[in-house]
């Protein structure tokens, strides 16, 4: 029976590494959880039935892009993303405080107002406040909604970081209050802190005091080595709540989110596994593929044998390498949907290892398969 409310269970640790379960009234995630990214509601080149394969809890939507196109007056229309996508379970929405780094030559920040847009596509312009981000998500009617943060490019500045958590700080209780207390939805909050431990635990204490259902690490995977992104989750995991959901957003590989699992976090979203599908390159549990290789163009073996997803154990290496050399659509397509797959194969693994006490043997097994 579905949950009417949004709620988190934490099942047992081995080491910092958690188990656990969130509970939305449109499914169950289990936890460390990989959440693919569709953007523009879609997870790219792949049919929505096909990433239920997969065994794929929830995914990810980008308030931005949304407000832009299809924008609120259509999303309306269908109650929300999940039925204008046909997609059933839970959705996670960015609240477009990526995109005020990620596309800054067309914004301005204003603390009082929020993040103003030239539109990339059309130049018009966009205001995108606080209340504004809720009010779009709401409309997309996601399930785990994100406050509008002020997400800083890599920097040691401090002054810049601590510019962006006094935004991210007003701009969260803002955030909150335009939420208000619907129970069967969820609000994270975001810390930011670039790679200083006491800018870090300064931002988490700050959202504590907000109270929100969870809590995500902002303003990493923006350039930083893999080393120094561990050394600040190990450094400050423990000042998040025990009993509520962490999210590192925007990673990663697996090895990415196997040495961020080790250091205490629950939820991930990264675009690799489609951006790499479209280039050739499929994760498998020997490491990384990349199918452009005149090596595998006489392979007969398939990606995993155990795929039966899309019948994608029936497609040879030879094949897939044929289709990338010709440029078919179907080659991006085949190979995005095997490496969700394997993400989700690969977070089921880390799952059961962390439940029978043996994560550190996994950890140390793969922990370096993938560079």
């Known amino acids: 029976m579905l949950s009417k409310e949004f709620s988190f269970e934490l099942i047992t640790q081995d080491g910092k590494a958690r188990l656990g379960k969130?509970?939305?009234?449109?499914?169950i995630i289990d936890t460390p959880a990989f959440m693919p990214v569709g953007t523009q509601g879609t997870v790219k080149g792949i049919f929505t039935d096909d990433i239920l394969k997969t065994n794929?809890?929830?995914?990810?939507?980008?308030?931005?892009?949304?407000?832009?196109?299809?924008?609120?007056?259509?999303?309306?229309?269908?109650?929300?993303?999940?039925?204008?996508?046909?997609?059933?379970?839970?959705?996670?929405?960015?609240?477009?405080?990526?995109?005020?780094?990620?596309?800054?030559?067309?914004?301005?920040?204003?603390?009082?107002?929020?993040?103003?847009?030239?539109?990339?596509?059309?130049?018009?312009?966009?205001?995108?406040?606080?209340?504004?981000?809720?009010?779009?998500?709401?409309?997309?009617?996601?399930d785990i909604i994100m406050v509008l943060d002020e997400c800083p490019k890599l920097t040691t500045d401090k002054k810049i970081l601590s510019k962006a958590i006094n935004v991210s700080t007003n701009w969260a209780k803002r955030s909150k209050v335009e939420f208000g207390n619907d129970r069967s939805k969820a609000l994270f909050g975001i810390a930011q802190g670039?790679?200083?431990?006491?800018?870090?635990?300064?931002?988490?204490?700050?959202?504590?005091?907000?109270?929100?259902?969870?809590?995500?690490m902002g303003g990493l995977a923006v350039g930083e080595k893999q080393l120094d992104m561990f050394k600040i989750l190990n450094e400050t995991t423990d000042y998040l709540p025990k009993k509520k959901p962490r999210y590192l957003m925007g990673v990663g590989t697996p090895s990415d989110i196997l040495g961020a699992v080790n250091e205490g976090i629950d939820m991930f979203d990264c675009v690799m596994p489609t951006r790499s599908g479209r280039t050739g390159l499929a994760f498998t549990w020997n490491g990384k593929i990349n199918l452009k290789n005149a090596k595998y163009q006489n392979d007969t073996s398939p990606l995993d044998?155990?795929?039966?997803?899309?019948?994608?154990?029936?497609?040879?290496?030879?094949?897939?390498?044929?289709?990338?050399?010709?440029?078919?659509?179907?080659a991006s397509m085949l190979i995005s949907l095997h490496n969700i797959y394997f993400y989700q194969q690969f977070m089921r693994e880390i799952q059961k290892n962390i439940n029978n006490g043996t994560f550190r043997l996994f950890y140390k097994k793969y922990i370096n398969m993938f560079d």
Request: charged letters at 25%; a positive charge.
């Open 56 to 142: 794929t809890q929830i995914i990810l939507g980008n308030t931005y892009h949304l407000l832009l196109r299809p924008g609120i007056e259509v999303l309306n229309k269908f109650n929300g993303l999940h039925n204008f996508m046909n997609w059933n379970k839970p959705i996670l929405t960015d609240s477009g405080g990526y995109q005020i780094m990620s596309l800054s030559k067309f914004n301005k920040i204003d603390k009082k107002i929020g993040a103003i847009f030239s539109s990339h596509l059309d130049g018009k312009k966009i205001i995108l406040s606080p209340e504004k981000s809720i009010q779009v998500q709401k409309s997309i009617n996601s």
């Open 22 to 27: 969130i509970s939305t009234p449109r499914g």
């Open 194 to 216: 670039g790679l200083f431990k006491d800018l870090r635990v300064e931002s988490i204490e700050k959202l504590i005091e907000i109270d929100f259902n969870g809590y995500a």
């Open 305 to 330: 044998e155990n795929c039966k997803v899309r019948d994608l154990n029936k497609y040879s290496k030879s094949y897939l390498n044929h289709l990338i050399k010709s440029n078919e659509l179907m």
